[in-house]
């Protein structure tokens, strides 16, 4: 592999070390991760081609295995070790629910369903389905769709609270355009979603928009 040509102070690894990961920008965390280049190109030319041709960090790791191998300098083994990475990054900031830990504010909802659903490239319908004490029971994915949306059936998330034995429920879903903002149909959709489930004494506390870097709350904006 062709070495890395910077001065020592500059290469990403030490940076990181002398001021924190903070410090550093995409393409420097990215060749981080990459370690080395390939042939005739470092690795730090290599980071910043990679952000270049996807847009973005995020898109880059948002990609699917097919369009992350097509890139030379890539394939299925670094294609594994960003899935592994992002996969205990969620787990990380699942930990507190996973340990029953209860969402005491949305900051708590809009990180754990950041991490849940910021980077799908299709529209997913989730559910967080609490206890009395707001105490997460389980999260589900509970419809997907295209980019254009998804179908969701009211009679089988009704259906899914009660085999959960939920007392209330937050409900989300992402925007792929990556705009948070709430159509006419989401707020349709919850108020219809909020009814059925009101028949069963299961109440709807929320539902959230996830776009890209946004979260959008409808209770926060008076809209169920």
């Known amino acids: 592999m062709t070495p890395d040509p910077w001065p020592a102070d500059e290469r990403p690894r030490e940076r990181l070390l002398q001021h924190g990961p903070e410090s550093l920008s995409d393409a420097e965390l990215l060749a981080i991760f990459l370690r080395t280049g390939t042939p005739g190109t470092p690795v ?15 898109t880059l790791l948002a990609a699917s295995r097919r369009q992350f191998c097509e890139v030379k300098g890539l394939g299925s083994a670094k294609f594994a070790q960003v899935q592994a990475a992002m996969e205990m990054a ?13 969402l005491r ?33 389980q999260y589900r ?28 429920v937050i409900f989300a879903h992402n925007h792929p355009s990556g705009v948070a903002e709430p159509s006419q149909a989401d707020i349709s ?10 028949l069963v004494d299961i109440r709807v506390l929320d539902h959230m928009v ?15």
């Open 44 to 58: 730090m030319a290599l980071a910043r081609n990679l952000i270049q041709q996807f847009g973005g960090l995020r």
């Open 90 to 102: 969620r787990r990380v900031m699942d930990e507190p629910l996973r340990q029953g830990d209860p």
């Open 105 to 137: 504010s949305p900051a708590d909802t809009r990180r754990f369903l950041t991490s849940r659903l910021g980077t799908y490239p299709h529209e997913v319908f989730a559910g967080l389905f609490l206890d009395n004490r707001h105490r997460v029971i």
């Open 141 to 168: 994915e509970l419809f997907r769709g295209t980019i254009d949306g998804a179908a969701v059936y009211p009679r089988e998330v009704v259906r899914q609270a009660l085999e959960d034995n939920a007392a209330a």
């Open 189 to 198: 959709l919850t108020r219809r979603l909020k009814d059925a489930l009101g």
């Open 210 to 224: 996830v776009g890209h870097g946004e979260v959008i709350s409808l209770a926060e904006r008076g809209l169920m």
